[in-house]
């Protein structure tokens, strides 16, 4: 009976990403408040798996609230109320019987602002396999961590101070610290908050390009405010706007023939 | 105090004058090198310390009557300003100065008068020295200064301030920072509100009252549990001092604690978080390394405290210079024995007099050394985040 409400509300053509890869995350008719505050409203939406989904949309929007309620880091903030269904795989993750802790193994996330631990280059990586037990001994682990680091390209400018502090490196090393951080515990889905908004456009590409590289394995959820960037690394790509999700689609055509004024006007830089 | 309301009403008279003046400028067509509220504040800063200080001068020399001389120096003060208002003087930069020179003038009463309590205290300690040689005094193992052959040996005052230490910090270190993580990481917004102040209140207790306490409530209970295991302790004891000690600074090591908790940011907890870690193991391993080097200044500044305090020692400790390591057992401390040797009527230059002065300053280079300690390592802290 609520699939009569949300799909009258909102009805997408279906996405041709959809059609070739399975879908891996289904929003139904998500609400998120903050106290009073009404931040995301009856949202429906379904993210392809091995594929990378674009949040585009201005500032304020929801597009990190939504994003935080995927891996349920909205309940680390006090206040903030999540109702609606949110399934990753066919469970419900908002359902009283998930292990938070195990979800958010599977579902890893890199912060807007690079946020490495106080320890070093090495400790940081090795941080999730660590505490998921996931390396036997020690030779294992040595062997995440340069793998981890090597897809996140960061090896080679790390390889000869893996001890050092991880806080020591560059804005945009720090940032792919994180990411190697994030797919060191292999999870299945990759959240980034405008992963490059600190960083300078080599630093930039090289993330895209990672990113591009990572999506043959992940399930990757980009929030951008950078038109070019979804369209160059995106399959998905959903546009909101005060809370509501306009319209999501198929890059190349949310790009080029948007059903939406809303999103015309957003992605030509006409918003008033 | 006539003098002074007198002095204050002037200096605000001088303000509205001189601003009035400036203003009546500006308006006739002048370009002013400051705004006329910046001549006022001139007007005002001028008068107010011409009269204060004539008051101060007053005071010292009686010739001078107060009620006259500080209200002429303020009146002549504002008038000067008043009169030397003009397109192109610099009230501002003129004021800024003034006010400079006085928080420095502020800081420098403030460093002088340290460093003369601390050249005072060396030079009689010098005079001590001259009497006992520094050797017996740094490594002697008898302490009996009122003894027909008084000796002076400054050890077991040591191990008698470092066994109460020590006992003390074995009770406020799990305590108080177990407090302080419960405060920072668990305890929801009401419960903080409530539980944080009422921490803090017991900072507030008089130490003297601590004191007895622990002489009347905590010594004689550890007496009795004492013999009811068979043991004898003594009515003062190390323990019942140490005890009573480490309450008085578990709000100390609680609240700074928490405090460098909550300065460990938020992100560091998400990020954790966001990898699949449970709450304690974020706990454990990001934020508790991350606030290590400000709980430990923490714990060197509650230590300093610890050795420093007086008041529960003489209470519930005792006055015998026990070279012990014994907890059950009478011992005494550096501040005590200051106390003890100032106390009653005696000679300003003889050896027991000036032995207070000697462990006052061996007293303060501990603290000293901790507190350099403490802000290194806060210093360190400060870096990681920067
Ligand atoms: N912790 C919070 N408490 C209360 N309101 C919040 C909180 N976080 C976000 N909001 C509000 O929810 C709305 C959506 O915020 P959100 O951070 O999701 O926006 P966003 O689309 O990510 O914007 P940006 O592009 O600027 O990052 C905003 O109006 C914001 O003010
Ligand atoms: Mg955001």
Redesign the pocket.
């Known amino acids: 009976m609520n699939d009569m409400t949300f799909k009258t509300v909102f009805t997408p053509p279906q996405p041709k990403i959809l059609a070739t890869n399975p879908a891996k995350i289904i929003a139904e008719g998500v609400d998120v408040y903050?106290?009073e505050?009404h931040?995301i409203k009856n949202l429906s939406l379904t993210i392809p798996d091995k594929a990378v989904s674009a949040f585009i949309?201005p500032?304020?929007?929801?597009?990190?609230?939504?994003l935080r309620s995927i891996n349920r880091m909205n309940d680390t903030?006090p206040?903030?109320r999540v109702t609606g269904v949110i399934n990753v795989d066919g469970q419900a993750i908002y359902d009283p019987s998930i292990d938070v802790v195990d979800l958010r193994a599977r579902i890893g996330m890199v912060f807007?602002k690079p946020n490495p631990f106080p320890k070093s280059i090495f400790e940081n990586v090795a941080y999730g396999p660590r505490i998921h037990g996931l390396a036997k001994d020690k030779t294992a682990l040595e062997q995440i961590v340069t793998e981890s680091l090597k897809r996140a390209s960061l090896w080679d400018e790390v390889k000869d101070r893996l001890h050092q502090p991880g806080t020591g490196l560059s804005g945009g090393q720090q940032q792919r610290l994180c990411i190697a951080r994030a797919i060191a515990v292999n999870p299945e889905v990759i959240l980034m908050d405008?992963p490059c908004s600190a960083l300078d456009p080599i630093a930039t590409a090289r993330i895209e390009e990672l990113i591009t590289e990572l999506k043959e394995k992940f399930c990757i959820v980009i929030?951008t405010?950078s038109m070019q960037q979804a369209a160059r690394v995106s399959d998905l790509t959903a546009f909101?706007h005060l809370?509501i999700l306009v319209e999501a689609g198929d890059t190349d055509e949310v790009f080029t023939s948007p059903q939406e004024k809303r999103t015309h006007d957003y992605i030509t830089g006409r918003f008033g | 105090m006539v003098s002074l309301v007198i002095i204050v009403a002037l200096s605000v008279l001088a303000y509205f004058a001189s601003q009035m003046r400036a203003a009546a400028l500006a308006a006739g067509g002048a370009t002013l090198r400051a705004r006329p509220t910046f001549h006022g504040y001139l007007a005002f800063v001028v008068a107010l310390l011409a009269g204060l200080v004539a008051l101060a001068l007053a005071g010292l020399t009686p010739a001078l009557p107060a009620l006259i001389a500080a209200p002429a120096a303020a009146a002549a003060g504002g008038i000067a300003v008043f009169l030397a208002v003009s397109p192109v003087l610099r009230a501002r930069v003129i004021f800024e100065k003034i006010v400079l020179a006085v928080l420095i003038l502020a800081s420098a009463i403030a460093i002088f008068t340290t460093i003369g309590i601390v050249a005072s205290v060396a030079v009689e300690s010098l005079h001590f020295f001259q009497q006992v040689p520094m050797q017996s005094f740094l490594f002697g193992t008898d302490w009996s200064p009122t003894a027909p052959v008084p000796s002076f040996g400054f050890v077991p005052l040591l191990t008698g301030t470092l066994l109460i230490t020590v006992i003390a910090l074995t009770v406020a270190a799990p305590l108080g920072l177990l407090s302080a993580i419960y405060l920072a990481e668990y305890a929801d917004l009401k419960t903080r509100a409530i539980a944080k102040p009422l921490l803090e209140l017991l900072a507030g207790v008089p130490t003297v009252v601590l004191g007895f306490f622990a002489a009347l409530t905590v010594a004689p209970f550890i007496k009795t549990a004492g013999a009811a295991m068979g043991f004898s302790i003594a009515s003062e004891s190390a323990m019942a001092a140490g005890l009573v000690m480490g309450m008085m600074i578990v709000p100390l090591i609680s609240s700074l604690s928490d405090d460098v908790i909550n300065a460990v940011p938020q992100a560091m907890r998400d990020g954790s978080y966001a990898m699949g870690a449970t709450k304690s193991e974020t706990i454990r391993k990001v934020v508790f390394p991350a606030a290590l080097p400000g709980i430990v200044s923490a714990f060197i500044l509650a230590i300093s405290r610890a050795i420093g305090e007086t008041m529960i020692v003489v209470m519930a400790a005792g006055l015998a210079p026990n070279l012990t390591f014994n907890p059950f057992a009478a011992v005494t401390t550096v501040t005590v024995q200051i106390s003890a040797m100032l106390v009653g009527d005696q000679e300003f230059d003889s050896a027991k007099t000036l032995s207070a002065f000697a462990l006052g300053l061996t007293l303060f280079l501990i603290t000293l050394a901790l507190n350099i300690y403490a802000l290194r390592v806060v210093r360190k802290y400060k870096e990681h985040y920067a």
């Open positions: 903050y106290g505050k931040a949309g500032s304020g929007c929801g597009k990190s609230t939504f903030i206040g903030c807007q405008e929030v405010h909101f809370g």
